[in-house]
């Protein structure tokens, strides 16, 4: 429970300097996203020109046949490249908006416990079972949140395995291709 003013202020302190943590990242993720998206398509610009160079230049068809098959398989490396990055780039902002909410979370939980347990203290006489449930019920919020929280890691390792095998899969086929 916030008794002073100095507690106040902490609380408010620490509010704004979450909120600045996820402006920063979400600039950082989008400035990321930016130079990466402008040096993909510098790239394609580039590949694009030597690309109709070489097309200009192919006089029969079996050379034409051999031009498209070895343009192709530079731009599926590339494509994964960008997606893998891409992946990258959010995968790394999330982890980091997650700490800022975990901490937030587990702070709230802690003022939110400290002030019922105050409430709690000051229940009338007779208000013993009352007091109980209350107490049953917050546990059972903890347990549920633990559980999804769990859940959502135990998700998105799952998604960054099927993800690394994806990649994976598509360079192997390159390979043989």
């Not at 916030?2 to 507690?7: C, H």
């Not at 704004?16 to 600039?27: E, F, H, I, P, Y």
């Not at 390792?157 to 390159?174: C, F, P, R, S």
């Amino acid at each position: 429970m916030i008794k002073t003013n100095e507690q106040f202020a902490a609380v408010n302190k620490a509010a704004v300097d979450s909120l600045l943590t996820l402006a920063n990242t979400s600039l950082a993720t989008t400035e990321r996203l930016a130079a990466l998206n402008l040096n993909t398509a510098r790239a394609l610009i580039a590949d694009s020109a030597a690309a109709v160079n070489a097309l200009l230049a192919v006089k029969d068809p079996q050379a034409f046949v051999a031009l498209q098959t070895s343009l192709s398989k530079p731009v599926v490396e590339k494509t994964v490249a960008y997606s893998r990055s891409v992946y990258e780039i959010l995968n790394e902002s999330s982890n980091g908006v997650n700490l800022v909410v975990e901490g937030q979370t587990a702070e709230m939980k802690k003022n939110f416990a400290a002030a019922l347990e105050q409430t709690l203290k000051n229940a009338p006489a007779g208000t013993e079972s009352i007091v109980a449930a209350v107490k049953s019920a917050i546990a059972q919020a903890e347990t549920a949140y633990e559980t999804m929280s769990q859940s959502a890691k135990q998700a998105k390792a799952t998604i960054e395995a099927n993800v690394t095998a994806a990649n994976a899969a598509t360079t192997k086929l390159m390979k043989v291709a």
